[in-house]
C-alpha cells in the first residue's frame, strides 16, 4: 500500500472533474455518484461542490475511484484515467454506467475464481 492517504485521488479527482464537464449539455446539472474505495476526504475536497455524490456502495454509481491494487477490487467496467507514478498505478478511475458492480473490496491474497 503505497498511497496509505489517498494522495492520487487529488490528481484523479481533476481528470474526472474536467471529463463530467466536457460532457454533453444533457448532462449540465447532473449530480454524479462516485463510489470510493479508500478514503473519502481526498476525493470529497478535490471535487468540492455540489455536483458530486461520494458513497461507498457502487450500486447505481455512474464512476468509482479506487485506490492501487490492494484492498481494492479490480472491476470489469472501462477504465476512464490512471494516476500512475514510475510505472505503479497509484489511482484508477472506472466508468461504472450500465454495469453492475456489487462490491469496490477484495482480500489481499485470496484468489476468488476457485470459489
Not at 492520487?8 to 448532462?27: C, D, G, I, R
Not at 485506490?67 to 472501462?78: M, N, R, S, T, V
Request: charged share 20%; glycine share 8%.
Amino acid at each position: 500500500m503505497l498511497d496509505y492517504w489517498g494522495l492520487s485521488f487529488k490528481q484523479a479527482s481533476q481528470k474526472l472533474a474536467a471529463y463530467t464537464q466536457a460532457q454533453s449539455s444533457a448532462t449540465r446539472g447532473k449530480v454524479w455518484t462516485v463510489a470510493v474505495c479508500g478514503p473519502h476526504p481526498p476525493v470529497s475536497v478535490a471535487l468540492g461542490g455540489d455536483r458530486y455524490n461520494i458513497v461507498w456502495d457502487p450500486k447505481d454509481a455512474d464512476f468509482a475511484m479506487v485506490l492501487g491494487e490492494f484492498y481494492c477490487a479490480k472491476i470489469d467496467a472501462p477504465v476512464l484515467f490512471n494516476v500512475v507514478r514510475e510505472g505503479v498505478t497509484y489511482a484508477r478511475v472506472y466508468d461504472l454506467r450500465g454495469h453492475t458492480i456489487t462490491s469496490l473490496l477484495t482480500v489481499p491474497g485470496i484468489d476468488k475464481t476457485n470459489y
